[in-house]
C-alpha cells in the first residue's frame, strides 16, 4: 500500500508528533525493532541483566507520556505479534507494562490467528486521525525513514481493522500465563 507518498524526516517526524492534539496511533508488524535507543537495555535482556523498570521519575519519555495523558490525549498502539515470540518482542511486551502504567493504550494480535494480517507488514503513525506516517524499516528491523501518506483513509482503515482484533497487552499477557518475570525466560 504505497499511496501518495512523501517524504518527510525525523524532525518533521517529531514536529508533526509533537503538534499532535487528541491522539497518536502507532501499528506495529515486525518481530524486533533496532533501534538506537533500545540497543543497551535490550543487550542487557539477552545476557540476563536487570532491565530496571522505568518510571516517569527516571523516563523522560514515560513523563512526557504521562503529562500528554493526562491533558486527555490518546495514545494508544497495536503490535501484531508473530509465533514463537522472539526474545525482542517479549523484551518490547515487558516494557510495554510501564508503558500502560501511565496510561498508554497497548494492544496486541496473534498474526497466525487472524488470516487478514498475514501480509501486513507496513508500520505507520496516525495522528489526530489527520495524518499519517508510514515508518520503513530493513529486513533486521533497523529504521530507514519516515514518509508522509497523503491518502489516510486506507490507513483508517487498517487501524479499525487491527483494533477490532486486537486485545490489551496485560490481558494477553494473562490468558498467556506470561509475567514480567516469564517473559525473560526463553521458552
Do not use: C
Not at 517526524?13 to 525493532?33: C, H, M, N, V
Not at 507520556?65 to 525482542?88: C, E, K, N, S, W
Not at 489527520?130 to 533486521?140: N, S
Amino acid at each position: 500500500m504505497t499511496r501518495g507518498l512523501s517524504s518527510v524526516d525525523l524532525e518533521e517526524l517529531r514536529r508533526i508528533s509533537g503538534d499532535a492534539k487528541i491522539s497518536a496511533f502507532r501499528l506495529e508488524t515486525l518481530p524486533q525493532y533496532l533501534v538506537p535507543q533500545e540497543e543497551a537495555s535490550f543487550a542487557a535482556w539477552q545476557g540476563g541483566r536487570p532491565v530496571p523498570r522505568r518510571t516517569p521519575e527516571n523516563s523522560e519519555l514515560l513523563a512526557r507520556l504521562q503529562q500528554q495523558i493526562a491533558r486527555g490525549f490518546r495514545r494508544y498502539r497495536v503490535h501484531i505479534l508473530d509465533q514463537p515470540l522472539t526474545p525482542y518482542l517479549r523484551f518490547e511486551l515487558y516494557l510495554y507494562l510501564d508503558s500502560v502504567a501511565v496510561g498508554s493504550e497497548v494492544y496486541v494480535v496473534d498474526r497466525d490467528a487472524h488470516a487478514d494480517l498475514a501480509d501486513l507488514h507496513e508500520d505507520f503513525w496516525i495522528f489526530d486521525d489527520e495524518i499519517a506516517v508510514r515508518m520503513y524499516y530493513d529486513g533486521e528491523g533497523r529504521f530507514l525513514h519516515p514518509e508522509l501518506i497523503e491518502d489516510i483513509e486506507p490507513y483508517r482503515e487498517l487501524r479499525d481493522m487491527t483494533m477490532s482484533r486486537s486485545e490489551p497487552v496485560t490481558e494477553y499477557l494473562a490468558r498467556n500465563g506470561l509475567t514480567r518475570e516469564s517473559l525473560r525466560m526463553t521458552g
